[in-house]
Structures are given as C-alpha cells and as structure tokens.
C-alpha cells in the first residue's frame, strides 16, 4: 500500500501573520453569545499562487450581523469583487455570493488558552488571477460501475 516515510509526516508550518492568497470555502450560521446572528467563515490558502502555507486552512472567521460590525462585511464584498450598490436580502444571500471568491486575507494572530492561532484582520482585493474552474468531464467509460 505505501511505505511509511518519517520525513513527510512533519506538521505544517504555522501560519504567521502576512497577506495571503485565499479561497472562501465554508460559511456556517451560528449565535453569538449576545444572541446576534454570525457567520463562522473558513478559508483555504491558495495552493496555485507561489506563498508559504498553500492549502492550509484559516477557520473561524467571524462576521457578527450588527451594526457597528458591517464593516467586515463591506470589506469583504469589495474584495471579493461585489459591484458597489449589490444588494442581498440578508446575510445567508451574501455567504452564498461569497463562497469560493478569491481574496488577499491580511492575517494576524490571536491566543486562546494559551496557543496561538491566526486571525483575519482585514481583506483586500486578490493579486492573482482566480484559479481555474476547469469543467470536470467524466464520461460513462470513466466509471468502474
């Protein structure tokens, strides 16, 4: 099946704060604890740009639906390329519009419990070019059943 390797069992690296090439993968809906709405949104560094950590992921990124919080989300809408006016009947709509956009993610770092973890700081346009959406194709002869 495989030979066991040592060398290729090392942890990743850690993420240190930085600019990163990312993809929005993931959004789940929560409550925070002072009852507001939130987005939990997680992210998956670029394997396809030259930059250190390629598929690593940065997870728990929050978007609490408040007022005094929309700048996360104005922020992020234009990184992403949203078009200035776009309108969403709510925060679902927009996670949907937003997952899978490339962004450049400013990351920084937080501790909880005394481990180190990043954190997103801010979000700014993509540097790069998106990734490739090539169409899969897959035909009856590709498949053993």
Not at 28 to 36: D, F, H, I, L, R
């Amino acid at each position: 099946m495989f030979t066991v390797d040592h060398s290729k069992g090392d942890s990743f690296e850690p993420i240190k704060p930085g600019e990163y090439e990312a993809t929005v993968m993931h959004f789940e809906e929560k409550t925070a604890a002072s009852g507001n709405k939130r987005l939990v949104v997680d992210y998956e560094i670029r394997s396809d740009v030259e930059q250190p950590c390629q598929g690593q992921k940065i997870l728990y990124d929050n978007f609490t639906v408040t007022e005094n919080a929309m700048w996360r989300f104005h922020q992020a809408s234009k990184a992403a390329g949203f078009p200035n006016g776009m309108k969403f009947k709510d925060h679902i709509e927009w996670a949907n519009a937003f997952l899978n956009k490339p962004v450049r993610l400013v990351v920084g770092e937080r501790e909880h419990n005394g481990k180190k973890y990043p954190e997103v700081k801010a979000f700014k346009p993509s540097e790069e070019s998106a990734p490739n959406a090539d169409p899969v194709n897959i035909s009856d002869d590709d498949v053993p059943f």
